[in-house]
């Protein structure tokens, strides 16, 4: 069993810079390809970032791609999300997540495990 712990939000202002971070516990998570997805109240959760289990792979929400960057520290079993250039639509819960196969697209339904979320606000 993953247990994911997500940690790093706040609030912010509109310009600024938050990085979000996800320890995984349990067991290794290195062989896991790694999402990130936030969720607004009232709206469908949305899917943010990729990285596969080695790093050489990213892909980016169309919204959030230039300002964010996934990466992951393997030997520390941990993913992270860097925020800049953040906007007051990026104001939401940020969840990570892992996948046990390794093809892995952009619904969360295709991941096995998620973390219980950090809330990251932007002021305009």
């Known amino acids: 069993q993953v247990q994911l712990v997500e940690s790093g939000g706040g609030l912010v202002q509109a310009g600024g810079s938050l990085r979000l971070s996800c320890a995984a516990s349990?067991?290794?998570?290195?062989?896991?390809?790694m999402g990130w997805f936030r969720h607004t109240p009232g709206k469908e959760r949305e899917f943010v970032a990729f990285?596969?289990?080695?790093?050489?792979?990213?892909y980016y929400a169309d919204s959030v791609k230039g300002r964010f960057t996934i990466s992951r520290d393997n030997a520390k079993n941990t993913v992270y999300l860097q925020m800049n250039s953040l906007k007051p639509e990026d104001t939401a819960v940020y969840y990570c997540a892992a996948a046990v196969r390794l093809r892995v697209g952009v619904r969360g339904d295709e991941y096995d495990y998620w973390g219980q979320g950090t809330q990251v606000t932007v002021s305009s």
């Open positions: 349990g067991r290794t998570v290195s062989t896991y390809p």
């Open positions: 990285i596969s289990w080695s790093g050489g792979s990213t």
